[in-house]
Every structure is written in structure tokens, then in C-alpha cells.
């Protein structure tokens, strides 16, 4: 499976201010996500990072509040803009496994707190 | 009816017991299916996919019914290390698309 690296691993933030989470793969990749895991919760996607093109958003999630940036095929960045507490969560990006496999594998998380 | 359902647990079993997980999916059209473990504060990683014929790997089992739309996770011989919370993980559209994941099976493997 690929390295995935994410930085920072974790922060705390105050209210109203952004942060920018970094997601880096050992190895092309066509597709990236980015995923939340609220506390005690299961992970829900936020978005796909499409190389070369805007990411594809889920319901519920807009660019705004999310922006993400896909400039290569083994880098991506999602932004979490004007934070709240409610936006304290883990922030995980996956890519996809082997070819024809459909698996996904994760980067480690990066543990967001706002204050 | 949620995508993914799954018991939440907590399962407490004592060392070398036997347990299963279950899962049903609403979307009968899936085409992948897998089973993810999340340590404490960790990523979840995959620990296997599932397959229509049923798979094994070691003490673990994973099991695929399509008309049920079923899907369940064996373990044998409970080790301590085995303690974790397992995601039960579907594909609706296949290929390289997003997942849709459980909300996870606590499970504890008692000394």
C-alpha cells in the first residue's frame, strides 16, 4: 500500500481562523478524499480531490467552509475555514489501493480542536 | 434506513473466544465490500475485503450475502491485540469512489 504522510498531526485553534491540512503519497495516485471523524463517530466524506479539476463535494459541504487544492497526483490540501468548535474532529485523508481492487488506505489523521 | 448499519458493541470476550460481527447494507447495487479495523485514536486500516465466495485469512473470516445484503465478520481464537473497533465498509459505485462506512463495532478481547 502507499505511504500517506498528513501534517500537522494535530492543532488547536481558535475560533474564526483557518487551517490548512497537508496529505502526501510515496506514489501517483488518480484519487484522493478527505474524510471526517467526529468524536465517537464513523467517518463521513467531505469531498473528492480531483487532479486538474474542482473536488467533487458531498452534501452538506461546500468549497467556503472546505477549499481544497489538488496540484499533483501525490499531493492535496484541505483548508477548514472560519472554524467553530463544532469543527473539532479528525481529518483524514485515504487514496486508492491496487488497481481493479477498490480499496482505499488512510493517512494517519490530523486531530483538529477549536477553542 | 442508514447506508451501513452495524451493532455497536461493546463486545467483552475473554482470550481465544469466538466472535462474530455483523453488517447490512442498504444499497443493493454495491459492488465492494470490505472490513476496516480503527485502533484508539489511530486510522482505520483495512483489514480485508470481503468477497461473494466468502474469504479467510488466518482467524479471521468475512462472509458476503448479496440477497440479504449481509455482511459479517468472523474471528477465532481471540488474541488481546485483536481489541479494536471494526468498520464495516461499503462501495456503492465501485471502483476508485468514495466509501461509505459503519459507525463501528467496539471490541475488547478480555486476559
Known amino acids: 500500500s502507499a505511504v500517506i504522510s498528513q501534517k500537522p498531526s494535530r492543532d488547536i485553534c481558535q475560533r474564526g481562523t483557518s487551517l490548512t491540512i497537508q496529505c502526501q503519497v510515496d506514489?501517483?495516485?488518480?484519487?484522493m478524499f478527505w474524510y471526517r471523524q467526529q468524536p465517537g463517530q464513523s467517518l463521513t466524506l467531505i469531498a473528492t480531490?480531483?487532479?486538474?479539476?474542482?473536488?467533487?463535494?458531498e452534501s452538506g459541504f461546500v468549497i467556503d467552509k472546505f477549499p481544497i487544492s489538488r496540484p499533483n497526483l501525490t499531493f492535496s490540501t484541505l483548508t477548514v475555514s472560519n472554524m467553530s468548535p463544532e469543527d473539532s474532529s479528525i481529518y483524514l485523508c485515504?487514496?486508492?489501493?491496487?488497481?481493479?481492487?477498490?480499496?482505499?488506505?488512510f493517512g494517519p489523521g490530523t486531530r483538529l480542536t477549536v477553542l | 434506513r442508514k447506508e451501513v448499519e452495524q451493532d455497536p458493541g461493546p463486545f467483552n470476550v475473554p482470550e481465544g473466544a469466538t466472535v462474530a460481527f455483523n453488517c447490512t447494507y442498504s444499497?443493493?447495487?454495491?459492488?465492494?465490500f470490505f472490513w476496516y479495523r480503527q485502533d484508539c485514536r489511530k486510522e482505520p486500516k483495512l483489514l480485508m475485503s470481503?468477497?461473494?465466495s466468502g474469504n479467510e485469512d488466518g482467524r479471521f473470516t468475512a462472509q458476503l450475502n448479496r440477497a440479504s445484503q449481509y455482511i459479517s465478520l468472523l474471528i477465532r481464537d481471540s488474541k488481546l491485540s485483536d481489541s479494536a473497533t471494526y468498520l464495516c465498509?461499503?462501495?456503492?459505485?465501485?471502483?476508485?469512489?468514495?466509501?461509505?462506512f459503519g459507525k463501528g463495532t467496539r471490541f475488547s478481547v478480555i486476559a
Open positions: 485515504s487514496v486508492e489501493g491496487r488497481q481493479g481492487r477498490n480499496e482505499q488506505f
Open positions: 506514489s501517483q495516485v488518480t484519487m
Open positions: 480531490a480531483n487532479q486538474g479539476s474542482e473536488a467533487t463535494y
Open positions: 444499497n443493493s447495487a454495491s459492488q465492494s
Open positions: 470481503v468477497y461473494s
Open positions: 465498509v461499503v462501495n456503492p459505485l465501485g471502483g476508485n469512489t468514495p466509501l461509505v
